[in-house]
């Protein structure tokens, strides 16, 4: 297996996005990323991408062609481009692929990118093509939403822990603070703990502002083996792990409703694969996609012990200068959730940081970073750990 | 409506409106919804259908404000994971006054309407369930 690295990185601007289509807003992605690594199209030996439901959302699949197409890939060069889908860990999966791909010897340099348009339908319609990626048989029937199966887990981990609405509440907050510095958030503004207990009730006990938004945006990177990284870039960042593991399709066959096994194992193989443990980590973007997601992760992934994400968050210590910032990007609460796009964005903001090029979000010294994505309500669960040195 | 087709609704009607899992007499666990396959013994299972008694506890629950397509109506509504007596958990929609609901709350079935799809002019019925 050969060591692999990241040597150039886009993501677009995330948002409602009325005016660009999916194949425009994964193409400027792309570009932007050949760019940065200063890649030909000639190099390239293959496109993954993560993309939950062109199906859905905009009627279109086939979406690895496409972009291969639009990327002018196709026609004279005929680049392969391979879709691939776990719901919200799409493009975390798209990342795994890409790696798998150069790691084996098979491919050298690869795109990995993850693309999703969701606002070209109402939001109500966006919900339900959402619900997909729990069981639609047996959840989806009965009335269950995507906020509603996290407002279950929600429900027991403060009963069982006593969290509070408010410290859920600092998620958001402190997420809002984190977007406001980062120029591709959906969300640039600051809001309060008043602001999110007062915004409506989506499913009790989680408010419109204890979830991610519904969001257009497209993200990729460009994956080479270690040894040739430097001929492309100066500060190429290194996969370190990658590591993916599957639970139930429902949230109610899991063995705890408030642990994610899947994270708690893909965390494992992940710190294992790397050689490193939790304290190691200098920042890490988690699956935030609802406010007690963030708390979840955080336990789950073994930064703080199961029960005391409310507590640590509340404290401070997840913020940028606390003892492990968290979704320094704004995370999916505040720089928005294109859910294809989210596991790629996720790595481009490490890498950013890494490099050192992430200004007034900037972690000092940030050698260490990680990124955590989920699918669904946790039967996906997919983790990267990326360093500056090899 | 979170759609689903006559045939793939139908296909499952009698778990549906009965509350039929499956038990493996090899490892005796019971399952709801019903499995082809053992989870636990895989190709070892044995499975055979089994008719749950319904009783159950509430594990957690949410109020559902801002419903999924079909479901407008109905809003707020409670949806709940419970936990039945021979082990396994579903979701289901409780009828209770959202006030009166309590985590370990013991809790009983009953058939209703789940709901209606304007398009196809089907009216889905499953379990429901009601404090005990
Ligand atoms: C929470 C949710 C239901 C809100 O949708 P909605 O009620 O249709 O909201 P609207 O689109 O009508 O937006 C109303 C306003 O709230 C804002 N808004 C919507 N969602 C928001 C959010 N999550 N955070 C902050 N503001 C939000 C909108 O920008 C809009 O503001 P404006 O009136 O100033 O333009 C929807 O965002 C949602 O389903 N989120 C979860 C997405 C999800 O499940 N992702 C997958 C997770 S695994
Ligand atoms: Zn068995």
């Given at each position: 297996?050969r060591?692999?690295a990241?040597?150039?990185?886009?993501?677009?601007?995330?948002?409602?996005?009325?005016?660009v289509?999916?194949?425009?807003?994964?193409?400027?992605?792309?570009?932007?990323?050949?760019?940065?690594?200063?890649?030909?199209?000639?190099?390239?030996?293959?496109?993954?991408?993560?993309?939950?439901?062109?199906?859905?959302?905009?009627?279109?699949?086939?979406?690895?062609?496409?972009?291969a197409?639009?990327?002018?890939?196709?026609?004279?060069?005929?680049?392969?481009?391979?879709?691939?889908?776990?719901?919200?860990?799409?493009?975390?999966?798209?990342?795994?692929?890409?790696?798998?791909?150069?790691?084996?010897?098979?491919?050298?340099?690869?795109?990995?990118?993850?693309?999703?348009?969701?606002?070209?339908?109402?939001?109500?319609?966006?919900?339900?093509?959402?619900?997909?990626?729990?069981?639609?048989?047996?959840?989806?029937?009965?009335?269950?939403?995507?906020?509603?199966?996290?407002?279950?887990?929600?429900?027991?981990?403060?009963?069982?822990?006593?969290?509070?609405?408010?410290?859920?509440a600092?998620?958001?907050?402190?997420?809002?603070?984190?977007?406001?510095?980062n120029?591709?958030?959906q969300?640039?503004?600051?809001?309060?703990?008043?602001?999110?207990?007062?915004?409506?009730?989506?499913?009790?006990?989680?408010?419109?502002?204890?979830?991610?938004?519904?969001?257009?945006?497209?993200s990729?990177?460009?994956?080479?083996?270690?040894?040739?990284?430097?001929?492309?870039?100066?500060?190429?960042?290194?996969?370190?792990?990658?590591?993916?593991?599957?639970?139930?399709?429902?949230?109610?066959?899991?063995?705890?409703?408030?642990?994610?096994?899947?994270?708690?194992?893909?965390?494992?193989?992940?710190?294992?694969?790397?050689?490193?443990?939790?304290?190691?980590?200098?920042?890490?973007e988690?699956?935030?996609?609802?406010?007690?997601?963030?708390?979840?992760?955080?336990?789950?992934?073994?930064?703080?012990?199961?029960?005391?994400?409310?507590?640590?968050?509340?404290?401070?210590?997840?913020?940028?200068?606390?003892?492990?910032?968290?979704?320094?990007?704004?995370?999916?609460?505040?720089?928005?959730h294109?859910?294809?796009?989210?596991?790629?964005?996720?790595?481009?903001?490490?890498?950013?940081?890494?490099?050192?090029?992430?200004?007034?979000?900037?972690?000092?010294?940030?050698?260490?970073?990680?990124?955590?994505?989920?699918?669904?309500?946790?039967?996906?669960?997919?983790?990267?750990?990326?360093?500056?040195?090899? | 409506?979170?759609?689903?087709?006559?045939?793939?609704?139908?296909?499952?009607?009698v778990?549906?409106?009965?509350?039929?899992?499956?038990?493996?007499?090899?490892?005796?666990?019971?399952?709801?919804?019903?499995?082809?396959?053992?989870?636990?013994?895989?190709?070892?299972?044995?499975?055979?259908?089994?008719?749950?008694?319904?009783?159950?506890?509430?594990?957690?629950?949410?109020?559902?404000?801002?419903?999924?397509?079909?479901?407008?109506?109905?809003?707020?509504?409670?949806?709940?994971?419970?936990?039945?007596?021979?082990?396994?958990?579903?979701?289901?929609?409780?009828?209770?006054?959202?006030?009166?609901?309590?985590?370990?709350?013991?809790?009983?079935?009953?058939?209703?309407?789940?709901?209606?799809?304007?398009?196809?002019?089907?009216?889905?019925?499953?379990?429901?369930?009601?404090?005990?």
């Amino acid at each position: 297996m050969r060591d692999v690295a990241i040597i150039g990185v886009k993501t677009t601007r995330f948002g409602e996005n009325w005016d660009v289509s999916l194949r425009d807003t994964i193409t400027e992605a792309g570009v932007g990323a050949l760019e940065d690594a200063r890649v030909t199209g000639e190099e390239i030996d293959a496109i993954i991408v993560g993309n939950m439901s062109g199906g859905q959302f905009i009627e279109q699949e086939h979406i690895g062609a496409l972009i291969a197409d639009y990327a002018g890939l196709a026609k004279e060069l005929h680049v392969p481009a391979t879709r691939v889908e776990a719901a919200c860990a799409s493009g975390g999966l798209a990342l795994r692929q890409g790696i798998h791909a150069v790691a084996s010897g098979l491919e050298d340099i690869v795109v990995a990118a993850g693309v999703e348009k969701m606002t070209d339908i109402s939001s109500t319609s966006a919900s339900t093509a959402l619900a997909a990626a729990a069981d639609r048989e047996w959840e989806g029937i009965m009335g269950a939403t995507f906020p509603g199966l996290y407002a279950m887990i929600a429900r027991l981990h403060m009963h069982k822990y006593g969290t509070t609405s408010e410290q859920l509440a600092q998620v958001a907050v402190k997420n809002h603070a984190n977007g406001v510095h980062n120029p591709i958030a959906q969300y640039r503004n600051k809001i309060s703990v008043e602001d999110v207990l007062r915004s409506i009730m989506v499913a009790d006990p989680l408010h419109i502002f204890d979830c991610s938004p519904i969001t257009d945006g497209a993200s990729a990177v460009i994956l080479a083996p270690a040894d040739i990284a430097h001929k492309y870039t100066d500060t190429p960042i290194y996969v370190k792990a990658t590591s993916q593991a599957s639970d139930t399709i429902a949230l109610h066959d899991r063995k705890d409703i408030t642990t994610l096994a899947a994270s708690v194992e893909a965390g494992k193989r992940a710190f294992k694969m790397a050689k490193l443990t939790p304290n190691d980590i200098d920042l890490v973007e988690v699956h935030d996609c609802f406010t007690i997601a963030e708390i979840c992760a955080i336990e789950d992934l073994g930064f703080v012990k199961k029960g005391e994400g409310g507590k640590f968050t509340e404290e401070g210590n997840t913020a940028i200068g606390g003892k492990i910032p968290v979704n320094t990007s704004g995370g999916l609460k505040a720089c928005g959730h294109p859910v294809g796009a989210t596991g790629i964005k996720q790595a481009v903001e490490i890498v950013e940081q890494l490099r050192g090029d992430a200004g007034k979000r900037q972690v000092d010294g940030a050698e260490i970073g990680m990124t955590h994505n989920v699918g669904g309500s946790g039967a996906t669960a997919v983790v990267h750990i990326f360093s500056r040195d090899r | 409506m979170i759609t689903m087709s006559v045939p793939r609704f139908w296909r499952k009607q009698v778990a549906r409106y009965n509350l039929i899992g499956t038990h493996c007499t090899n490892c005796k666990t019971y399952y709801y919804p019903p499995r082809n396959m053992c989870p636990k013994c895989r190709r070892d299972g044995k499975l055979e259908n089994f008719k749950f008694s319904g009783k159950g506890e509430i594990l957690t629950y949410t109020v559902i404000h801002t419903a999924a397509e079909g479901f407008e109506k109905q809003t707020p509504y409670v949806l709940g994971i419970v936990k039945l007596e021979e082990g396994p958990s579903l979701t289901s929609q409780i009828v209770a006054d959202p006030e009166d609901m309590k985590i370990g709350m013991k809790v009983r079935p009953v058939f209703r309407k789940l709901g209606e799809s304007s398009e196809k002019g089907m009216i889905y019925y499953g379990t429901k369930f009601v404090p005990e």
